[in-house]
């Protein structure tokens, strides 16, 4: 008896120092009582342009799973090949380029025509002949959203008059990241003078290519090549960084870009068949209004990007949300069911209100072109624009995220009977009516400007 009482009680101490250690460790982990729009920490400059990242350590981001950058891509310049430690969703904000993207075990599906030499067979120059050889490249242009796996490398070139800016959300709490909660590039050439300063824990230097620290030796055997070009490989003398401009032609293997109307790029389509990642598409645009899930031209439209139209985000689980509407446009208040998303705002301003789970107005601020405003899950969110267009791009953790109203035709306050509305707001069954029925929209209506109130204590 004595025993079992001395293990009982060592267990209760256990269970006691453990509670104790993990509310040491992670207390209130999530601290979301006040959010923010936030801004790039760090920018990291190079040759052919410049990286933006926002600092993923701040409450609202950690707590989400986000990462996020933004790239500037200067005409000529040509983002080397990185992989990332976790699945990531690109937007193409501005401008238009080529993307190339190298996925293991994938083999190239690009090909030039075979060259032959003199007093060569055809078997022969059909074997050694070939200019180049490699995977996929796209054309790409405002509005598309492309997604991308942990471990793919991934480039970008700017074949346009214009800056190519890109942003990305990258999802570090999912379980296709086996590292730390950190973003991690792994850079395939080229470097990054400056460092990574948002890893903590790591003095911040230069960080180079993965092939730097490789012996040359071992590198020139893996290649069959001399030392002095294995050596080139490690990029040790090249401060250029990670966006470099090319000198004279881009020639890399592409599909002629087909035009439509208006000078557009026509959808791709899927065949329905897409059976390994190998041929999966990742790239689906959203800025055409006519394939817009909601669309009212008085209004604006929203379109959506999930695994049922693309379907490699079930890989990712990851989706995304594209919104544009006109001044004095209201998205009716909603939360996300099943996901956190980071809104990104492209054009315009807008005014946001949020409401956590305690009821409390967590945001209620103007966010305009170029902030982030992170809305964790479950929490209500309105937004309204104040200028003549507000467009943002929203990215979610859940590959068919949801969203659930508080008004209009589809909502929760919709689907509860008439008794219930007016027993629990004490209200009359004619004004219970209006709050059910008065708004018929389902996600955009009119809004007449107004005053908001600040946040309560």
């Known amino acids: 008896m004595g025993r079992v009482s001395s293990i009982v009680s060592f267990s209760l101490t256990l269970l006691i120092l453990f509670n104790g250690y993990t509310a ?51 005409p000529q310049g040509l983002y080397l090949p990185t992989f990332l430690n976790a699945g990531k969703l690109t937007f193409v904000v501005h401008g238009r380029g080529l993307m190339g993207r190298v996925i293991p075990g994938c083999a190239e599906t690009f090909m030039e025509s075979p060259v032959f030499g003199e007093g060569q067979g055809q078997g022969q120059g059909q074997s050694q002949g070939f200019r180049d ?26 074949n ?54 490789f012996a040359p030796e071992i590198l020139a055997q893996a290649f069959k090549i001399n030392v002095q070009t294995a050596q080139q490989l490690q990029s040790q003398q090249d401060n250029r960084g990670n966006i470099v401009k090319v000198k004279g032609p881009f020639g890399v293997i592409r599909p002629p870009l087909r035009r439509g109307e ?32 909601v669309y009212k031209p008085s209004l604006g439209y929203i379109s959506t990007v999930n695994s049922y139209n693309l379907p490699i985000l079930r890989l990712l689980r990851l989706s995304a949300l594209r919104g544009s509407i006109r001044k004095n446009a209201m998205v009716l208040p909603q939360w996300n069911v099943n996901a956190n998303a980071a809104l990104y705002v492209t054009n315009g301003k807008a005014h946001i209100q949020m409401v956590n789970d305690n009821g409390e107005r967590v945001f209620d601020q103007e966010i305009s072109s170029g902030q982030l405003l992170v809305v964790p899950q479950g929490f209500s969110v309105m937004k309204h624009a104040t200028g003549e267009q507000f467009e943002w791009i929203e990215f979610k953790t859940n590959e068919n995220a949801q969203i659930n109203t508080l008004a209009g035709r589809t909502s929760v306050m919709r689907g ?42």
């Open 24 to 74: 040491q460790q992670w207390p209130n982990e999530c601290q979301l009582d006040q959010l923010n729009a936030l801004e790039p920490s760090q920018i990291i400059k190079s040759e052919g342009g410049r990286i933006e990242v926002w600092d993923h350590h701040a409450p609202q981001l950690r707590c989400s799973g986000f990462a996020f950058e933004r790239f500037v891509i200067e």
């Open 133 to 158: 050889m490699h995977q996929k490249v796209e054309h790409l242009r405002c509005g598309d959203t492309i997604a991308t796996p942990s471990g793919v490398a991934q480039w970008f070139y700017n």
């Open 160 to 213: 346009g008059n214009e800056p190519l800016i890109l942003v990305a959300a990258a999802d570090l709490a999912n379980n296709n990241n086996q590292l730390d909660r950190n973003l991690r590039p792994f850079l395939i050439v080229g470097n990054n003078p400056q460092g990574q300063e948002w890893l903590q824990g790591r003095k911040q230097q230069k960080q180079n290519n993965i092939f730097n620290g």
């Open 262 to 293: 208006g000078g557009q790029q026509p959808q791709e389509k899927t065949n329905g068949l897409e059976e390994t990642l190998c041929t999966m598409r990742c790239t689906e645009n959203l800025d055409d209004p006519s394939d817009a899930d």
């Open 416 to 457: 509860l009977p008439l008794e219930v509305v007016t027993n629990g707001y004490q209200i009359s069954p004619e004004e219970a009516r209006r709050v059910k029925f008065s708004t018929i929209e389902t996600t955009l209506t009119h809004s007449s400007p107004m005053s908001y109130g600040r946040p309560r204590a």
